[in-house]
C-alpha cells in the first residue's frame, strides 16, 4: 500500500487543547494510529473481539490504539499528524472537525454525562445547586456547555455556583469526601460513582441536551483528512467494525463487559452498571447526520466553545456504507 503521510504544518487552535505543531517524519507506512480513551468506546470492543485482525490482514497494515485520558492531548497527536483517527467526546470531535483537517464520520455512543451529587446529599434538582460547590473537568470538556445549560434551564448562572477544577475521574472521590455539593463527569467515571454508592444522578445529559433520537451525543470518531483522502477503504472498514462492535454489545452485553475489563481496566460492576443501567447508550445507527450535528454545534456555539464561523466537517457515506454492510 502507499505510504500513509501527514502534513508538517498545521494552524493554531487554542480550546479543547488543539495546539500548533510542526510534524518533520512520516509515520512507518503499516501503521495506522487510533486515538482512544479508557472507557466503554466501541473501537475497544472491536479490539478485544478480535475484529481489526481481518482489517489489518486485508490492508496490510497494524492498527495501533494509542490511549488518552481526555480530548485535549488527544487533538494534539491529531494536529500533529501522530494519529489518523480518533474516538474522542462530542465535544472535542466537533473541535476537531471544525478546526482542525480532520472530519467527523461517526457517533459511536450517546449520553455518557451526568451531574452527580453525594448519596444523601439535600440537593434533588439542579434548581438547588445555587450557592453549591461543582466539580468540573474545565472549560474545554463537553461537560461544561452541559453545566451552563443545565443551570440556565433552572434559572441559574455560573455566576451562581463555585466551579472547582478537576480531572473528571477525581470527582467520585470528591463526592464521596463531601469535598463538593455535586459534579459533572463522564462515563466510566459516572457509573463507578453509582456502582460504589457515593453518589446519586441529579440530570443525565438525556434529560439537559436530548439531541439523538432522545438522547445526547456523547463520542465522536473523526478522521484526518490526508488519510481519509488517500485510504478511504481502510476508513470504511474501521467504521464498518464500529457497527459490528455495537452488535456485539448490544446481542451480547456480558461478553461486551468482559471485553471492556481486560481493554480499560475498570472494575467489571462499574461497566456493567453502564451498559444495563444505559447510562452509555449505543445504537448502531452511527451516522452523524446534518441535523445532529447543527443541533449540537448551535449548542457549542451558545456556550461560546465554538465560534459562529466554526462549522464541524461532517462525512455520512462511512456510516451509511456500515449499516448496509452489517444486516
Do not use: C
Not at 505510504?3 to 500548533?20: N, Y
Not at 473501537?43 to 492498527?63: F, N, T, W, Y
Not at 461543582?134 to 433552572?154: H, M, N, T, V
Amino acid at each position: 500500500m502507499p505510504t500513509i503521510r501527514t502534513p508538517h504544518v498545521f494552524a493554531l487552535v487554542a480550546a479543547f487543547g488543539i495546539a500548533s505543531s510542526v510534524s518533520t517524519g512520516a509515520m512507518a507506512e503499516d501503521v495506522v494510529n487510533f486515538g482512544v480513551q479508557p472507557s466503554t468506546q466501541t473501537i475497544l470492543i472491536a479490539h478485544g473481539a478480535g475484529l481489526l485482525k481481518p482489517i489489518e490482514e486485508k490492508h496490510k497494515i497494524k492498527i495501533v490504539l494509542r490511549s488518552f485520558s481526555y480530548g485535549a492531548p488527544e487533538n494534539q497527536a491529531l494536529a500533529a499528524g501522530e494519529l489518523q483517527i480518533a474516538s474522542a467526546g462530542m465535544g472535542p470531535a466537533a473541535l476537531a472537525a471544525a478546526r482542525l483537517p480532520a472530519t467527523l464520520v461517526a457517533i459511536d455512543i450517546l449520553d455518557q454525562t451526568a451531574i452527580l451529587v453525594p448519596k444523601g446529599s439535600k440537593i434533588t434538582k439542579v434548581a438547588e445547586l445555587k450557592g453549591a460547590k461543582i466539580a468540573f473537568p474545565g472549560e474545554g470538556s463537553q461537560q461544561y456547555p452541559l453545566l451552563i445549560k443545565a443551570l440556565a434551564d433552572a434559572k441559574l448562572s455560573l455566576n451562581d455556583v463555585q466551579l472547582f477544577k478537576t480531572d473528571g475521574s477525581q470527582v467520585a472521590t470528591l463526592l464521596a469526601n463531601k469535598s463538593v455539593d455535586a459534579g459533572i463527569t463522564w462515563d466510566p467515571h459516572v457509573s463507578r460513582a453509582l456502582a460504589d454508592g457515593v453518589a446519586t444522578v441529579l440530570a443525565n445529559s438525556a434529560e439537559i441536551m436530548p439531541i439523538k433520537n432522545g438522547h445526547y451525543v456523547g463520542d465522536g470518531i473523526y478522521v484526518r483528512d490526508d488519510f481519509m483522502k488517500a485510504h478511504p477503504e481502510i476508513v470504511q472498514d474501521l467504521i464498518t467494525v464500529q457497527v459490528k462492535a455495537i452488535d456485539l454489545i448490544l446481542k451480547d452485553p456480558d461478553r461486551a463487559i468482559d471485553i471492556w475489563t481486560k481493554e480499560n481496566g475498570f472494575p467489571r460492576p462499574v461497566i456493567e452498571y453502564a451498559l444495563k443501567q444505559k447510562i452509555s447508550v449505543f445504537d448502531r445507527n452511527i451516522v452523524p447526520s446534518k441535523s445532529t450535528m447543527d443541533a449540537y454545534s448551535a449548542f457549542l456555539k451558545k456556550a461560546g466553545l465554538l465560534n459562529a464561523d466554526d462549522n464541524p466537517k461532517i462525512e455520512t457515506k462511512f456510516a451509511e456504507q456500515a449499516l448496509k454492510d452489517v444486516q
